[in-house]
T-cell receptor
Framework: AQSVTQLDSQVPVFEEAPVELRCNYS??????LFWYVQYPNQGLQLLLK??????LVESINGFEAEFNKSQTSFHLRKPSVHISDTAEYFC??????????????FGQGTTLQVKP | GAGVSQSPSNKVTEKGKDVELRCDPI?????LYWYRQSLGQGLEFLIY????????KSGLPSDRFSAERTGGSVSTLTIQRTQQEDSAVYLC?????????????FGPGTRLTVL
């Protein structure tokens, strides 16, 4: 079984400051890793994912996450946040095994509040 | 093209009543998922469809919950004899093939309130 822990339920930060949203996972098998974002009054959408290859993955809006196998972490970072980044961020995993259903196991979510 | 749609967007019902929630996935997506988002439990997987079959129902919390998918497209989640603890946002997602690395595309959700 897998589990995902997002260590911070809320992260307040000022505009243009850097931010890190932490995610740790536990799994007895290899997993794929995802970050989804939920903007106010909108549905969940994929921000970025790690499948294989380079452990550093980037999104189109400046976020990046690094897969660290030894620490079982997949922290999300952005060097300079904007007001529009205010949202709830969910870390998720799915089993890598062949034939797996692809169901996602989510963390509890982190609310990023960007202040002017 | 159109994204995942869900209806109704909001549903208020009385304890003990049955409810049906609908999901229209992205056209051509063979995989469909139902999740539940609640304050106490976060985002939880409920059921997975591949085509019209449901090989993984492991997340359904009780036998009051059931789901079906017809024509490899529309899915309906039914909750019988609703209880207050069923209050949550029910999310539907679809993906192209259901492989574990596939991106899942989520609908806006149905907010269910059981009085």
């Amino acid at each position: 079984a897998q589990s995902v822990t997002q260590l911070d339920s809320q992260v307040p930060v000022f505009e243009e400051a850097p931010v890190e949203l932490r995610c740790n996972y536990s799994s007895s098998v290899s997993v794929y890793l995802f970050w989804y974002v939920q903007y106010p009054n909108q549905g969940l959408q994929l921000l970025l994912k790690y499948l294989s290859g380079s452990t550093l993955v980037e999104s189109i809006n400046g976020f990046e996450a690094e897969f660290n196998k030894s620490q079982t972490s997949f922290h999300l970072r952005k060097p300079s946040v904007h007001i529009s980044d205010t949202a709830e961020y969910f870390c998720a995993v799915s089993e890598r095994a062949s034939g797996n259903t692809g169901k996602l196991i989510f963390g509890q979510g982190t609310t990023l509040q960007v202040k002017p | 093209g159109a994204g995942v749609s869900q209806s109704p967007s909001n549903k208020v019902t009385e304890k003990g009543k049955d409810v049906e929630l609908r999901c229209d996935p992205i056209s051509g997506h063979t995989a469909l998922y139902w999740y539940r988002q609640s304050l106490g439990q976060g985002l939880e997987f409920l059921i997975y469809f591949q085509g019209n079959s449901a090989p993984d129902k492991s997340g359904l919390p009780s036998d009051r919950f059931s789901a079906e998918r017809t024509g490899g497209s529309v899915s309906t989640l039914t909750i019988q004899r609703t209880q207050q603890e069923d209050s949550a946002v029910y999310l539907c997602a679809s993906s192209l093939q259901g492989a574990s690395g596939d991106t899942q595309y989520f609908g806006p959700g149905t907010r269910l309130t059981v009085l």
